[in-house]
């Protein structure tokens, strides 16, 4: 046990927690102690290429080798997470998506108030550095993430031909796509400037790192959370091997969707037969965690083009974005339709796809431990479209993506569609089947210790029942926001760092 008592400690740099421990450590007179299991990068200039390189996603190099079993029918896939400070938001794709008014209005109507829209909005525009539209009430700019979108000359061919095909598809044109009352084709908002990645490690550590009040301890796996009694009061770590315990008077879990539910189970708290499997004695039996797993299904049309030089695995990977809504569905933009430059992971074929994607599910899916040990990946299932409102509408939204590869500008640059074979003949029910089969995950997983009264913390992320043990990052969404997860993420870090700094005593003891 370290005889250092820091105020508190954040378990995870990433989207959430690297922003937590920027907001708390502004006031110098509080102690901040940031663990992260992966390594640590001071500079741009010592970060490794696949971080600075935003045109594409880094899937290993800095990765926690997980996977996944998207249905009950699909083959187990890899399910990239970032380890190293950054998180996640250091090797994404870089969207800059945030969900809908009504995504927090519904948070807020479950038993979260603070989290309305109108009290999230704020935070959304603090992060935020919106090159385009910093000017209006909607959008910040002077925050730490630099947000743009590319102009016509800067998109690639193929995104160009997509977002023709799209205007003679008949979507309306929208420039931004983060417009609250939007939806239409056009640029994707990105949070990169050229090539470089605006990770919160470099948005927000960059800058915080100098405060002699904030420490970060890279390189360092966080076991469990140590309690005495009702209260925590600490975490056991390993680094290299040595394990022991660091001491604080607040423990803020951000160690991201699939990691802080199993930090919470290995401590005690998850269902009491999930504990028991594995002889964890039980702290709570917190039924939420890990049960009520949310994330945007997703299958893409794969097409060759004719004229090779097109696909160019250096160019960015994804550029534009199609928000929009399914017919007869009362939720706003449960649609996304986007296209790939080329085929994300490499490999040999000439292709670039068009993904449908559901923004918003009803289907949830699971994450259980696979055992008790720290090193052990979890067990997670998506059960994606069980739910037939989820499958009927990702059977429409895939259709669509088909016809964009059928239309006009886009049209004339592909060769063959190559998936699904056009030998098949697409019944409802083969399309059905296909999905069933074949859908992958956006990469967003959320609500594994979701907020609310019936879930796993209070709407300030303290968990239900202790004191001193604080969750905040894309485990608490209640549900999936209706846009990719980063942005929000880094608007919980905003939420919970700014409530840490300014209601430290009243909120969380400190
Ligand atoms: C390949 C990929 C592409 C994506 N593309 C986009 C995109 O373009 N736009 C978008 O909006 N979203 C995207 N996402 C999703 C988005 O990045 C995540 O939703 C978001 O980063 C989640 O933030 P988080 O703080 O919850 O978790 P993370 O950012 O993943 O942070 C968790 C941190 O905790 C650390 N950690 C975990 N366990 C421990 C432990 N036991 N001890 C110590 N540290 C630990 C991890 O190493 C990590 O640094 C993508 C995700 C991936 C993986």
Sequence with gaps: ????????????????????????????????????????????????????????????????????????????????????????SAVNTTIALR????????????????????????????????????????????????????EWDELTRVHQAWLEASDELGYPRCEDANDPEGWGSGPHPMNKIGRLRISTAIGYLSAARARPNLRIRANTTTRKVVFEGSRAVGIEVETDGHVEVLRARAIVLSAGALQSPAILMRSGIGPREELGRHSIEVRSDARSVGT????HPALAVAATVKDPSLLDPDQPIVQTILRYTAPDSDQRNDL???????????????????????????????????????????????????????????????????????????????????????????????????????????????????????????????LHGAEGLVVADASIMPTVPRANTNLTSIMIGEMVGEWVRKRGSELYGL
């Design 336 to 462: 996304q339709i986007e296209a790939f430059s080329f085929s994300p992971r490499g490999g040999n074929l000439n292709a670039f796809a068009v993904a449908a994607v559901l923004e918003q599910a009803y289907g949830t899916g699971t994450l259980r431990l696979a055992s008790a040990d720290p090193h052990a990946a979890p067990i997670v299932e998506q059960k994606f479209l069980e739910d037939e409102r989820d499958l009927r509408r990702l059977t429409g939204c895939f259709r669509d993506a088909m016809r964009f590869m059928e239309t006009g500008p886009l049209a004339a640059l592909v060769e063959d569609v190559v998936f699904p074979s056009p030998e098949r003949e697409l019944t409802d029910d083969a399309v059905r089947t296909l999905l069933k089969k074949l859908s992958a995950s956006g990469f967003h997983p959320c609500a594994t210790g979701p907020m609310g009264p019936d879930g796993a913390v209070d709407q300030y992320g303290r």
């Design 1 to 88: 046990m370290s005889d250092e008592l820091f105020d508190l400690i954040v378990v995870g740099a990433g989207s959430s927690g690297a922003v937590i421990a920027s907001r708390a450590s502004e006031d110098p007179r509080r102690s901040v102690l940031l663990v992260e299991a992966g390594p640590d990068y001071a500079d741009t200039s010592q970060t490794p290429f696949d971080l600075v390189n935003s045109h594409n996603n880094s899937y290993t190099a800095h990765d926690w080798g997980f996977s996944y079993q998207p249905t009950n029918l699909g083959a187990s896939r890899p399910f990239p997470r970032g380890r190293v400070t950054g998180g996640s």
């Design 292 to 295: 009520r797993l949310s994330d």
């Design 99 to 150: 969900g809908l008014p009504e995504d927090y209005d519904g948070w807020a109507a479950a038993g979260n108030p603070e989290w309305a829209w109108k009290n999230v909005l704020p935070a959304f525009n603090r992060l935020e550095r919106d090159l385009d539209f910093g000017d209006k009430p909607y959008h910040g700019d002077a925050g730490p993430i630099s947000i743009r979108r590319y």
